[in-house]
């Protein structure tokens, strides 16, 4: 049984291709590549032809940063309902943080979550294991045994490791295994009741806080860190514009340091919230125009390597309540795509290299067998129409949460069809 | 008259109109409270309900007594006596007492934005009596009228606002509503209390009092909000108290007809020297009469300010 992908443009970082080209799938994988039209074998030998006509078709997205709350918040997300969102939003893989109940920091946790995306989830699953037990802060995880039963890189996200001690000691243990630790830089002492950036918006709504110093000061602790240590460190949701070009002279330096951006970092300014839609509340918070600017330099500079959404699910529940009351975080995984084309609208990145940030990249630096459409690889694919315009309505999300300040927002690319090892899990048109 | 906002959330956005007729229509309340009968029927027949989140008295009795001498049924809810205690949401307790048809809610929260949250729960105007450290309207307002009172009109007045301006929703309103008023506003403390780019605002920044006090013609001082203080934010009361506390000595560097307002409750002998705050230039008890005025006049014009005879 094959399946045909035809007249589309085919847009595969890893192999440098750029261009229209027909695909053919047989067996979960790609079996051929050839220019369009020249793919000896013929429509009649596929069991199933897809017109990609007008269409980007490109690796299946990679998104290294989601929150699924399985298990113990299933009324915010589940493993199930959080695989649905992301083949909406075009992703074919992701990466679950640890910070459910019980915390990812055991095999046992590791193995139930990786077993249920078998059983209920219709993308790839990949596991984050905790840095430190129970996410306290206090003792390392057995990241060995976490390696073991499948994680790809540590993190305690949702709060940072705050003991030097620990954190220097966290990345001597992981080289130990070869995988990166992920920070959640955030002083934790400069942001004590912090519920927005801090800056005339917070001054005049009287809402305590977030200075950006806070992510700075630890973005150049952990490097500082590093530095001697060795290891690797993924600094998660970068916001502010000092980080970006700590992260910038690190490279430059030749340090093992990455870090990704969400799309609400570069959409969003925290003028949004005003008003106190706590849609608009997430760590770290919503910044200013002058950090977007350095965001966007930073991705056009590949000193952000990838897009990552920081998907944080929350009940309607958790959120309508008083502002300094509210969960932080947004759901991002169907939002993700016309974002991030935005960037290519207003020509900070091209169309290829923000394809990249969205697939090979991940994949590169998690070392996934994934995000690339050469002959052999794992048939993982989403095509996306590039200029498709509608208005965002998160009563369609298919994640169990709608939490988004992007609801009624008027925007560009739409994902038509998501399939994973060469099956479809997701049509736009039988949506 | 009518104001052309439903809500009295901040007096950011509201105005110089709506101002002028609140404090207009506030002068001309405030002649019932002198009655010996203090009582008109204007509100006869409608229901404020007082909810209030965080301890006041002040305020909740001002609110009170202003629905009362407008002949409206005032019912005062407070935190202790709330659901709030049995875990019942800001929302649920809002959309209960919205079941009950109130005409005006009077909200006060210790979260800023919390009254802004319930106008998407009630139907009938809300009265923010401050949320947080974001707004306190009705204070600045009866600041501006008892301002006005004695300094006859308002435009050009120059203002030093000293104290805990981070801490303080009654900063806040007082700067954007003496802004659209044409007012300067200056703000004055340690650097510690004054909150990142408030300049941002329109008002000046100084950290010296005597400086700042020379050429005004109103000093607000507030109180200094010790249960809102972490242990960063002064080094001791003492030192705060050599430095900003208004004496008479360092009144003397002021101008002869300064107006000195407070919105209390105050820390005596901290930000205010006693024989200051019961000198000749201090109207801190015209301010608490003139809240009333205040109180009546926005409830009154919030529904509706029909002209009908107010004897």
Same mark, same amino acid.
């Given at each position: 049984?094959?399946t ?13 291709r ?7 799938i047989?067996?979960?994988?790609v ?6 039209g ?26 290294m ?13 589940t ?7 992301a ?16 915390v ?34 206090e003792?390392?995880s057995e990241m ?7 994680v790809?890189?540590y993190?305690?996200?949702g ?28 002083m ?11 800056g ?11 200075p ?12 500082a860190?590093?530095?001697?240590t060795?290891?690797? @460190?993924?600094? $998660?949701?970068?916001?502010?514009? *000092?980080? #970006? =070009?700590?992260?910038?002279l690190?490279? %430059? /330096? ?40 350095a ?8 000193t ?16 309508q ?11 991002? @995984?169907?939002? $993700?795509?016309?974002?991030?084309? *935005?960037? #290519? =609208? ?5 169309? %290829? /290299? ?21 002959v ?13 315009e509608y208005s ?13 300040p ?9 994902v ?7 099956k ?8 | ?21 609140i ?5 001309s ?26 301890p ?38 809002a959309?209960n ?10 909200v ?9 949250l ?9 009265i ?24 006859g ?7 030093a ?13 007082n ?8 007012m300067?506003?200056t ?13 941002r ?23 200094v ?10 080094a001791t009361?003492?030192?705060y ?18 107006l ?18 019961e ?11 003139n809240?009333?005025a205040?109180?009546?006049a ?14």
């Amino acid at each position: 049984m094959k399946t045909l992908i035809k007249n589309g443009r085919l847009i595969d970082p890893a192999n440098n291709r750029d261009g229209l080209y027909d695909i053919l799938i047989e067996k979960k994988k790609v079996l051929a590549v050839e220019e369009k039209g020249k793919l000896s074998e013929t429509e009649e030998n596929a069991s199933e032809v897809i017109d990609a006509e007008g269409l980007v078709v490109a690796p299946g997205f990679i998104d290294m940063h989601v929150h699924f709350r399985e298990p113990g918040f299933e009324y915010k997300e589940t493993i199930e309902t959080g695989c649905q969102s992301a083949a909406a939003g075009g992703f074919t893989s992701v990466a679950v943080m640890p910070n459910t109940d019980p915390v990812n920091d055991s095999r046992s946790v590791t193995e139930y979550m990786l077993r249920q995306a078998k059983a209920k989830g219709v993308v790839n699953v990949y596991a984050i294991g905790a840095i430190t037990q129970g996410l306290k802060g206090e003792r390392l995880s057995e990241m060995g045994d976490l390696k073991e039963a499948g994680v790809v890189a540590y993190s305690d996200d949702g709060r940072p490791v705050m003991n030097n001690e620990l954190m220097r000691r966290a990345f001597e243990y992981s080289k130990m295994f070869g995988l990166p630790c992920i920070q959640h830089s955030e002083m934790l002492d400069l942001t004590e009741g912090g519920c927005m950036n801090e800056g005339h918006v917070s001054t005049e709504l009287g809402l305590k806080g977030m200075p950006t110093e806070a992510e700075d000061i630890m973005v150049y602790r952990d490097i500082a860190l590093l530095t001697k240590t060795g290891g690797r @460190l993924h600094v $998660a949701h970068i916001s502010s514009g *000092g980080a #970006v =070009e700590l992260v910038r002279l690190a490279k %430059a /330096k030749g340090l093992p340091v990455t870090c990704e951006v969400a799309p609400h970092h570069f959409a969003l300014t925290d003028e949004a919230v005003r008003g106190y839609d706590t849609n608009t509340k997430m760590s770290p918070p919503l910044r200013t125009q002058t950090d977007i600017d350095a965001i966007k330099e930073g991705l056009r500079d590949d000193t952000i390597d990838i897009i990552a959404t920081d998907h944080a699910p929350h009940d309607v529940a958790d959120k309508q309540v008083e502002f300094n009351h509210a969960c932080f975080g947004i759901v991002g @995984l169907e939002t $993700a795509l016309p974002l991030t084309l *935005g960037l #290519v =609208e207003e020509k900070v990145l091209t169309l %290829a /290299k923000a394809v990249e940030k969205l697939t090979s990249k991940p994949a590169q630096l998690f070392q996934l067998d994934r995000g690339a459409l050469g002959v052999g690889d794992v048939a993982d694919i989403v095509l996306f129409d590039p200029n498709a315009e509608y208005s965002i309505d998160v009563k369609k999300f298919k994640s169990r949460s709608k939490n988004s300040p992007f609801d009624g927002w008027k925007v560009k690319g739409k994902v038509m069809r998501t399939l994973v090892s060469g099956k479809t899990v997701y049509s736009a048109s039988s949506d | 008259m009518t104001l052309s906002v439903k809500h009295i959330l901040g007096t950011q956005g509201l105005s110089r109109e709506d101002i002028e007729t609140i404090l207009d229509t506030a002068d001309s309340f405030k002649e019932i409270s002198t009655r010996p009968i203090k009582k008109v029927p204007t509100l006869r027949g409608r229901t404020v309900i007082n909810l209030f989140f965080e301890p006041s008295t002040r305020t909740r009795t001002s609110f009170e007594i202003a629905g009362k001498r407008l002949s409206a049924d005032v019912i005062n809810i407070s935190g202790s006596t709330s659901s709030a205690v049995k875990g019942e949401n800001l929302i649920d307790s809002a959309r209960n007492l919205e079941a009950m048809n109130p005409d005006i809610l009077v909200v006060r929260h210790e979260s800023s934005g919390a009254p802004a949250l319930l106008t998407q729960f009630v139907n009938c105007p809300i009265i923010n009596a401050g949320d947080g450290a974001h707004e306190h309207p009705t204070q600045a307002l009866l600041d501006l009228m008892t301002i006005r009172e004695k300094k006859g009109s308002l435009a050009g007045l120059k203002v030093a606002i000293v104290g805990d301006i981070m801490h303080s929703r009654v900063c806040r309103s007082n700067i954007h509503a003496m802004q659209t008023l044409g007012m300067q506003v200056t703000v004055v403390g340690p650097p510690t209390m004054i909150p990142v780019e408030i300049s941002r605002m329109g008002v000046k920044v100084s950290y010296n009092l005597e400086e700042s006090i020379r050429d005004v013609d109103v000093i607000m001082m507030l109180r200094v909000q010790l249960e809102r203080q972490n242990q960063f934010h002064l080094a001791t009361l003492r030192e705060y108290s050599n430095l900003f506390c208004l004496t008479s000595e360092r009144l003397k560097k002021a101008r002869q007809d300064v107006l000195i307002v407070h919105p209390g409750p105050v820390n005596r002998g901290i930000e205010i020297a006693l024989d200051v705050m019961e000198g000749p230039r201090s109207v801190i008890l015209n301010q608490v009469t003139n809240g009333v005025a205040v109180r009546m006049a926005l409830m009154y014009l919030l529904l509706g300010g029909s002209d009908e005879d107010l004897n």
